[in-house]
């Protein structure tokens, strides 16, 4: 059975994954505000595009691309280039960027100039609804159906297409979408990572959302009351790496992120006395 990895170019954890992801995974990355899930997406992505192409026993990504549903490609590579400059260029040149804000603000009361990614001016055909506008979701699937295969995935909010779904169909309907999107990773063969807000959506309804995950990756701050702002992911669930984890008594990571390294692992928190 293939048991290739795709690493998270993350030199601080992928070693404690021994290689990295398991191909083909949905990963959903559930962050309080703050704490680092952008991070690190985006240090990964970059470090990733740096590496070899051929690494024995891993998988290196064919693309990459970022889908965003409310903001422009100028606006999300200004926030890389102010907290990331050693990234900048690395990720300009090679990610491919979807863009669905327009899609996103179609029908809504939000004026066309604000929600155009560019200067545009007001026509007869700039009223008139595309296909995407249409249906938001169907287009997002047909994306992925083209650029997905090898690739590595950001949909930058799911939290945000869930908000859109439920305006559009009902629950049941964006968990069956979601089922599907795991489905069809496998068929990738590559990684989708997907960010949520923590605590927009009621405790039962992430929880649903949660399982229809290969992995739950969670940022959050530290809670324990050290006077030092301190961050922390860890493993919620994820198929075929929580047994590694267990084994090593590992219960999560202090993480840290600065502009010249990005997303790097501080410190493994290992269960106490072990």
Not at 182 to 207: C, P, T
């Amino acid at each position: 059975m293939d048991s290739k990895k795709n690493p998270t170019g993350i030199e601080s954890l992928d070693p404690v994954l021994q290689g990295g992801f398991p191909s083909g995974s949905l990963v959903l990355l559930l962050g309080e505000i703050g704490a680092g899930e952008f991070e690190f997406a985006i240090s990964s992505i970059a470090r990733l595009l740096n590496r070899p192409k051929q690494e024995t026993g891993t998988l290196i990504p064919n693309k990459v691309c970022y889908v965003s549903l409310t903001r422009g490609k100028d606006d999300v590579m200004k926030e890389i280039s102010l907290s990331f400059p050693e990234f900048y260029n690395v990720i300009k040149d090679q990610v491919e960027f979807k863009d669905f804000s327009e899609a996103f603000f179609a029908r809504s009361f939000i004026p066309i100039n604000w929600r155009c990614s560019s200067q545009c001016e007001l026509s007869f055909d700039s009223l008139k609804w595309s296909n995407e506008e249409e249906n938001l979701v169907v287009a997002l699937i047909d994306y992925l159906d083209k650029k997905a295969y090898g690739s590595i995935v950001i949909i930058d909010s799911l939290t945000v297409l869930a908000q859109h779904c439920l305006e559009r169909m009902e629950w049941k309907d964006l968990i069956m979408f979601l089922r599907g999107l795991q489905k069809a990773s496998k068929k990738w063969d590559g990684l989708v990572y997907v960010m949520l807000s923590e605590g927009i959506f009621e405790k039962s309804k992430q929880e649903e959302i949660q399982d229809c995950m290969d992995g739950v990756m969670v940022f959050e701050w530290d809670k324990q009351g050290s006077s030092k702002r301190q961050r922390i992911m860890y493993m919620k669930k994820f198929r075929g790496l929580l047994p590694v984890l267990d084994e090593d008594n590992i219960v999560n990571f202090e993480t840290q992120i600065s502009s010249q390294k990005g997303f790097e692992v501080s410190n493994i928190k290992r269960v106490r006395g072990r």
